[in-house]
């Protein structure tokens, strides 16, 4: 099962779980299909969502007007849709998942 789903030549959908109050945003493994990202940002008014497109706009390389949040905005599992093509994400979410 992918955490990436292709919905066309240059976008696709990112299914991620959160875990606020971490000390620093970074990748943490899986968690039930998701891609685990632990956040360094509390739950309130919106840091969090603030953050996670932050960091992964940082980390894809791409303008955070590229990510959206497309569910989740009041819960832990999310899904953001990132206007890039799936194969860039796919590599990205692979090298962050083998370190």
Request: hydrophobic share 45%; charged share 25%; proline share 5%.
């Amino acid at each position: 099962m992918s955490v990436v789903v292709a919905r066309g030549d240059l976008s696709c959908v990112l299914d991620v779980s959160v875990v606020p109050n971490a000390k620093r945003t970074e990748v943490d493994g899986t968690h039930d299909g998701a891609l685990r990202v632990r956040l360094a940002a509390p739950p309130v008014d919106g840091k969090a969502n603030a953050r996670l497109i932050d960091w992964l706009a940082g980390e894809l390389g791409c303008p955070k007007r590229a990510l959206s949040l497309l569910r989740g905005q009041a819960a832990r599992r999310k899904q953001v849709l990132i206007e890039l093509p799936s194969a860039t994400v796919t590599a990205w979410v692979d090298a962050q998942l083998k370190r």
